[in-house]
């Protein structure tokens, strides 16, 4: 590596010192340091308990009160620098709807697991007509999709300033505070109009973009001023990106987000080459001045030559999923169109679940509502997303009725069948083991509609009447309400 | 048989753990440490839902003069190289190579994984398969309505994929042969593949239809019908070596040189298992891996971090994962959020079925994805753009953004 680590006190390059991956550490690293007493002032049963739950990234120091106090000053000081993350973990936005971002330890997601889901900010600009701005207000915050029992939303707002005039930029800033608790992301290259936005939100602790090659100083004093972190953007030109985290970090703006371009079309090739390279340096080389989140701003296709709204849209919603991809911590974008959005949040939701998690959910037989001897039986396989998908159709239906699990070994519907996993005598062995005859007053089973051609050879091993279900579990209410007659 | 798949799925997951709690799995399921003593089903792995604070600058960091000028600075990338590389294959074969095909495909030969790395292209940019099916079957309104004409045709359809929609590959389904559906005889499967062969002159894929007998024996009489053509044969499975049939087909796909398509379901070990069942029959240079893709919103993430850790162990040195890998982006029209008609804010299903089956493709492009199968037009014409582009390393136009902040839309 010809790059040294640089020793921030000192501006000279410091001997290397190796950090240890978080897969590294052992719960008896940690447990070495905390002060092991066992005083389960942190509810857990001792302290080796809590340091395997701290490797895991489960609780954090702050949960343990007396390595807070004086007594273990150093201890405490050496458990941070031991368990920081290679990525900084920057807050902006202020009360319950603060978001943190970076906070990663590591370049994959089954290395360890990700933290901190990257925010997706909406944009707009001082120049819209009032009503225009506060119904684009309303409609980020409103904006909201049940996913498997969860509730996905936006999470910030970008303003932007178009007029380039203070009193202009901060008149928008004021209405969108008022409008709105969501976390705000000031975006301006003057100082003054930023200073500007920035009075119209001293509580709000909003992210300041950005600091450039020309405006930096006055952006870091701003910076200073209000405490609010600080873009750097550096578009495309990763060597300055790199001196103004440095310059920044020692004028003393430590909360810093890098934005190293987002450029899509022609330029999506450099920039996940960026987001990459960035990333890899900070969690597989321990490098700090990548250590920071990375801004991605899939809405910089808008400023392009394309004409066509759908086709912006569309270039703006692969640009947005890459980047969530590919190390991404908070995204600006401008499309509000649920058919954009939807992917980008159902996709974040899911690659920042923990992929030590189970795949699968335990086998047996589950009741919903209040179900009789006359409520039906329905069948599925035990893969975690097939069973949490029917159980919140089940539940936004107010179904009363059973759901036997059969053991697929975590295998959706559609592979189980095709695997032989799902079969008529799993689904036979499964009404027998769990004794469904003796709850309901029929025998007649709803299997998914995906494992229709199992229906003959299930009838013949179960002694049940097999019903065929609809293919998505969406359809359950509607065929239930049709077709379901106990012993029919 | 769930029950030992079961097992070996919490194998798999544990095996995913932070290390040390492998290392304290070892051998005893109870460990003693100083003043301390836990059961092992104690450890309970939830969501982290936040993180340690960051604070490692702090300590360097009390007293500081703040700069007048920029630090001048250079971003060097650490130079990684990977001791082992993915295998190539190729598919289809010219008639100076003993098949009928105008062009063949090849795939693999990844040295990194995909597009960390600018000096590093692709040495085979992915290839893309277009679907047929031997029978109609149920499609989603928006897909049904780009093929509705030729639906009844494997040969017109296939026609129409590499003409209109310029697929590289077709694969064909011969769904019809499930002995739970039409039962069709392999001799007429055999038919519909050589109407395929004649319409086109782009590499085959012959899909089957999951039935570990009846696909073994399908297979090996295609194999020997279409000799010399480089098909891949879609697809091979352990359970075929539990039925006893899968000496059979590989044996079939050797003599007439064909290629192999292992399909196991997101799991490495199995998929290793696999591979090593077929080293004993065929050079690895004749097999490829389907690892299994779900739908977004339907466990993507499970395929996204299974072609992840297979392509990088494969990089470091794995020997039994050296092999491409298949996506079946077409997997993405299972989400309801695909093909259903829902509220008016959620958009209309005909841009967001299409979204759905790009955005498929390209996360699981980024983890390195040798060949697709697709059915949306819009998604193939996306892919491939992005295909080109992201093989482009010219200096970008930083100004080409420059107005974002001030723009007025």
């Known amino acids: 590596m010809s790059r040294e680590p640089i020793n921030p006190a000192s501006g000279q390059p410091a001997e290397k010192k190796r950090r240890k991956s978080i897969r590294e550490i052992s719960p008896i690293d940690v447990y070495k340091l905390l002060p092991k007493i066992n005083c389960r002032e942190c509810r857990e049963s001792n302290c080796m308990a809590f340091s395997t739950r701290l490797v895991n990234g489960e609780v954090v120091l702050l949960d343990c009160p007396p390595i807070l106090t004086e007594e273990y000053r150093e201890a405490h000081t050496q458990l941070i620098e031991l368990l920081a993350p290679p990525v900084r973990a920057v807050t902006f936005g202020s009360g319950p709807d603060a978001v943190t971002i970076g906070g990663k330890y590591v370049l994959q997601r089954h290395e360890f697991t990700y933290h901190n889901p990257s925010p997706i900010a909406i944009d707009l600009h001082d120049l819209m007509p009032e009503q225009e701005l506060l119904d684009r207000v309303k409609t980020i915050g409103e904006f909201s999709y049940n996913y498997i029992g969860r509730t996905l939303s936006l999470n910030a707002i970008a303003i932007r300033c178009s007029s380039r005039d203070a009193e202009t930029f901060r008149d928008a800033v004021k209405r969108v505070v008022a409008a709105s608790k969501l976390p705000l992301i000031l975006c301006a290259h003057d100082p003054h109009v930023m200073e500007a936005g920035l009075s119209a939100c001293r509580e709000q602790t909003p992210l300041i973009y950005a600091a450039t090659e020309t405006n930096w100083k006055q952006m870091a004093e701003l910076a200073l001023q209000y405490r609010c972190p600080l873009v750097v953007s550096a578009p495309v030109d990763m060597d300055l990106l790199r001196s103004l985290t440095k310059t920044l970090f020692e004028y003393g703006v430590e909360d810093l987000v890098l934005d190293p371009g987002t450029i899509g079309e022609e330029g999506l090739a450099v920039t996940i080459a960026n987001f990459t390279g960035l990333r890899t340096e900070a969690c597989r080389h321990f490098d700090e001045l990548s250590g920071f989140p990375l801004l991605g701003i899939p809405m910089t296709v808008w400023t392009g030559s394309e004409i066509s709204e759908d086709v912006l849209k569309w270039k703006e919603a692969i640009t947005a999923s890459m980047l969530l991809s590919r190390y991404a911590d908070l995204l600006i974008m401008h499309s509000m169109d649920g058919w954009v959005l939807l992917p980008q949040m159902i996709w974040r939701f899911n690659i920042y679940t923990d992929p030590r998690k189970p795949v699968s959910v335990e086998p047996g037989l589950r009741a919903f509502g209040k179900p009789d001897r006359n409520s039906p039986v329905l069948v599925t396989t035990n893969y975690a997303l097939t069973f949490f998908t029917i159980e919140s159709d089940i539940k936004a239906a107010n179904l009363d009725c059973y759901l036997l699990i059969v053991d697929t070994g975590g295998l959706s519907v559609e592979s189980a069948v095709a695997g032989r996993y799902f079969n008529a005598d799993s689904i036979a062995n499964g009404l027998a083991e769990y004794n469904v005859e003796s709850l309901v007053g029929h025998k007649t089973l709803i299997i998914p509609g995906l494992a229709a051609r199992l229906s003959g050879d299930a009838e013949e091993a179960s002694g049940w009447k097999i019903l065929v279900g609809p293919k998505d579990s969406s359809g359950l209410a509607q065929f239930i309400r049709k077709r379901w007659s106990p012993g029919s | ?409």
Not at chain 2, 203 to 209: A, E, N, Q, T, V
Not at chain 2, 226 to 242: D, F, I, K, Q
Request: net charge negative; glycine share 6%.
């Open chain 2, 1 to 409: 048989m769930a029950d030992s798949k079961r097992k070996k799925m919490d194998g798999e997951m544990l095996l995913s753990l932070a290390p040390q709690i492998l290392e304290l799995l070892k051998g005893v399921q109870q460990v003693e440490l100083e003043n301390f003593s836990m059961e092992i089903g104690d450890l309970e792995l939830l969501i982290p839902t936040s993180t340690a604070p960051s604070h490692r600058h702090a300590a360097a960091h009390a007293q500081k003069i703040k700069p007048a000028t920029l630090f001048p600075e250079r971003f060097t990338r650490t130079p990684v190289t990977f001791p082992a590389k993915i295998r190539e294959v190729t598919l289809g074969a010219t008639r100076a190579e003993g098949g009928s095909r105008s062009r063949t495909v090849t795939i693999g030969g990844a040295t990194s994984p995909a597009f960390s790395d600018l000096s590093v292209p692709p040495v085979h940019p992915p290839a893309i398969a277009l679907d047929v099916f031997d029978m109609e079957v149920p499609l989603p309104k928006v897909l049904k309505d780009n093929v509705r004409e030729v639906m009844n045709d494997p040969a017109e359809w296939a026609r129409m994929n590499v003409k209109k929609f310029g697929a590289d590959l077709v694969t064909v389904h011969l769904t019809s042969t499930d002995p739970l559906f039409r039962n069709t005889n392999p001799a007429q499967a055999c038919r519909t593949v050589d109407a395929v062969l004649q319409a086109v002159d782009v590499p085959l894929i012959i899909g089957g239809c999951g039935d570990p007998r009846k696909d073994a024996a399908v297979f090996s009489e295609i194999a020997a019908m279409a000799e010399g053509e480089r098909l891949l044969l879609n697809s091979v499975t352990l359970e075929m070596a539990e039925a006893k049939t899968l000496e059979k087909v590989a044996v079939a796909a050797r003599k007439n040189g064909h290629v192999l398509l292992g399909f196991t379901g997101l799991e490495l070990n199995s998929a290793k298992e696999l591979n090593r069942r077929l080293y004993e029959y065929l050079p690895p240079e004749q097999i490829v891996m389907d690892l299994t893709t779900v739908a977004l919103g339907y466990g993507l993430e499970y395929s996204f971090s299974i072609h992840e850790r297979a392509r990088y162990a494969a990089l470091m040195g794995d020997a039994e994962l050296q092999h491409p890998v298949i996506s079946a982006s077409t997997n993405a029209w299972g989400a309801r959020e695909a093909w259903m008609q829902m509220a008016p804010e959620y958009g209309s299903r005909e841009l967001r079925g299409p979204i759905w089956e790009t955005i498929n493709a390209l996360t699981l492009f980024l983890a390195g994805i040798d060949i697709y199968m697709m059915m949306h037009p819009a998604a193939v014409l996306t892919l491939r753009e992005l295909v080109g582009r992201l093989n482009e390393t010219r200096p970008v136009r930083p100004e080409a953004i420059h107005d974002w902040v001030s723009v007025r839309i």
